[in-house]
């Protein structure tokens, strides 16, 4: 049931975004008086089509194909490769008659709608839900393999990555990534560390999921009234450093000792006011004791209808910028980033196993930013290498021949395939493994 709620959000969403981006194109064309012949989402390979209908010029569908959609426009030379179309005379209707700007124009619609289409989710989101992380500022990290093997250690607090103060702790691990950090400053106890970074491990960095978990220290805050130990000895402010004669520093120490004594009893030793006691708990069957720990510091913005507004817009600029250090790290081959590029399966991974509207709208205003920047590539096949060949022309007063176009669509195809395989093939990898 899980796989299924993901895999019908993939859907939603991806399908959303062709229709919106591939409607930017549409817009402009028809602003111009371009004659749009067909309007589809996924491809109807064959002629072949789930759903289509006509509507004065265009066919409007549903292909049966479910790896994007295409608007195709007279006179274009796109995905569909119709080449028959581009020998017979060229008619003022079709694309390659068009002014030069007027031909630019359409294709950045794609990007522009889907860039405006992300910043509107994002105004959305702050109107409705304000912004929230948990702040790095006192928070303590609980690090997995390779973090400690890069020499961070679970209870330090990061300071500092060069220059730059960390402000959200989720997002850490993207800063340590991103920021080509070569020296973190932590705190570690009472002495003050500066941990040279390896930026051979940055590949690792990449592909390793919950690299910084949040250290939570097993302080009661309070304790279940229904719990296993409402009645036992545990009160507010009591720490609990160690479980069965095995140290716990914080909370995740402790999970796998509750887990193998889950359903028994299990002796502690705690501090309280100065003093250490030992008490026997009682261990649920669920691996819990039923205890409260102390609310983490998450920061919290609220915005109302016009403030939302510059809110949004800024999100989706800040947003904008990480995902550019991301391919600029994925252009960097020593990096390693490339083993982090992922198909629609690593998409479906991210959405949640519940509906969450939150989360939906976030997951898919990224998503839009994501398919703009990459549509900007100037890589022929998308709507950056078209972009770039309409600019050339602008700057040299010389269009390119269709034969030219037809070949460089070919080879940016063949490269996107190439980029497919790589994708579904990490992503296979990371499943088997």
Known sequence: MDALIKALQVILALSILIIIHEAGHFTFARLFKIRVEKFYLFFDIGGKALLKFRRGETEYGIGWLPLGGYCKIAGMVDESMDTEALKREPQPWEFRTRPAWQRLLVMVGGVLYNFLFAILLYI??????GQSYISNEGAQIYVDDLAYEMGFRNGDRILRFDDYVPENFGMLQADLARRKV??????????????????AMIGQVLNTPMMFDLAIPFVVDSVAAEGPNAAGALRRGDRIVSLDGQPVSFVQDALPLLAAHAGEGISADIEREGQLLTVGLNVSDQGQIGVYMPAVNIQRRSYNVLTAIPAGFRYAVSTVGGYLQDLRLLATPSSGAYKSVGSFIAIGQVFPSTWDWYRFLSIMALLSIMLAVMNLLPIPGLDGGHILFVLVEIITGRKPSDRFLTIAQMVGMVLLLALMVLAFGNDIGRLIH
Do not use: F, K, N, S
């Not at 070569?182 to 930026?199: N, P, Q, W």
């Open 124 to 129: 959305t989101i702050m109107g409705i839900w």
């Open 182 to 199: 070569r020296e973190a400053v932590l705190l570690r106890g009472t002495d003050t560390v500066r941990l040279y970074i390896d930026h």
